[in-house]
């Protein structure tokens, strides 16, 4: 992450201040919870491809790349903090939740607070392009979410349908991240397509990542088995029941059914995943979507900030938290 600190450092301080400015208010309340979002905000990969996407066919990244990357963050804060409303989670990148401060009611106000800010930013500077792109990730991201709740009341799902509930849920953004980015430099079709679809390589392959974070046991800022108790079915789990037994398969939905609270069957599940090969198989299949990003990346001229980007690339699926 220096090396890409180095090669957009000033352009990433510049964005933080802008994001600063675009989430004031005039409500004190209001103001105290966004400082404190502020502060505790992650590591900022959206808002880094958002600004290496541009700077991959631009010298400089100019206003429209700033809020961009603003709107981006916008809405990827107002999906997290509703989140957390909806999964019940009182905890965020090792800090309370806003939900767990200052409680559910207050928590759906915030995200809609900040989806308002991302669409005003937008449309009082003209940026009809990047809110039309942006715009149809959030459509992407609530169908994914709904999918998804769907599928694990039914405990039904497939391979196929995974990949559709991720590609939705989690890779649309970044793809749209991606897509802003370039498009904010160039306003060229074709490119801004070509970097969508890097980005939503990337965006599956990050997700992924995280999915095998929750049959980890390294301290990631959440609790692993969380999915198992959630009742997700993530793509460990769902190659387990596809090549286990019968048996073994109506052992697993059992527990993830009617045990899923018990921490000691949660972690015989996690035990059964690993012996299987599935988290081998789930690794594999992340690897194989951030090598489809970096052919896609390829394809450009080679740069600093190509390399840039395949370092933030690799970082997705090497990261340990």
Not at 108 to 130: A, E, H, P, T
Not at 227 to 245: A, F, N, V
Request: glycine letters at 6%; a positive charge.
């Amino acid at each position: 992450m220096e090396e890409i600190k180095q090669l957009i450092g000033k352009e990433l301080q510049d964005f933080e201040g802008k994001f600063a400015d675009a989430v004031k208010s005039h409500v004190p309340l209001l103001d105290r919870i966004m400082h404190y979002i502020v502060k505790r905000k992650g590591k900022q990969i959206r808002p880094m491809f958002v600004l290496l996407s541009a700077r991959l066919f631009s010298n400089s990244i100019n206003e429209n790349t700033y809020r961009a990357a603003a709107l981006v963050e916008l809405l990827h804060t107002a999906t997290l903090v509703h989140d957390d409303v909806v999964d019940d989670s009182l905890e965020r990148r090792g800090f309370f939740s806003i939900n767990a401060l200052w409680k559910n009611k207050i928590a759906v106000l915030v995200g809609d607070y900040l989806l308002s800010k991302g669409l005003l930013l937008s449309v009082s500077n003209k940026d009809f392009r990047s809110l039309e792109i942006l715009s149809q990730a959030v459509k992407e991201m609530s169908e994914g979410e709904l999918l998804q709740i769907e599928k694990t009341r039914k405990l039904d799902i497939k391979e196929d349908i995974y990949f559709e509930i991720i590609r939705r849920k989690t890779a649309s953004l970044l793809a749209s991240a991606c897509a802003a980015g370039a498009w904010s430099t160039t306003a060229d079709d074709a490119l801004t397509e070509k970097m969508r679809l890097f980005g939503e390589k990337v965006g599956i392959a990050f997700q992924i990542k995280d999915d095998l974070f929750d049959y980890g046991t390294a301290n990631i800022g959440k609790p692993t088995g969380i999915d198992i108790r959630e009742k997700k079915m993530t793509l460990p789990l769902i190659y387990t029941l596809q090549h286990g037994s019968k048996e073994q398969r109506r052992h697993i939905i059992n527990i993830v059914k009617n045990y899923n609270k018990d921490k000691e069957k949660v972690n015989e599940v996690i035990a059964i995943v690993k012996e299987s090969g599935g988290i081998e198989y789930t690794r594999q299949k992340m690897l194989q979507y951030r090598d489809e990003a970096l052919a896609i990346l390829h394809e450009l001229p080679e740069s600093n900030i190509r390399a840039g980007l395949e370092t933030l690339v690799r970082f997705t699926t090497d990261r340990k938290f």
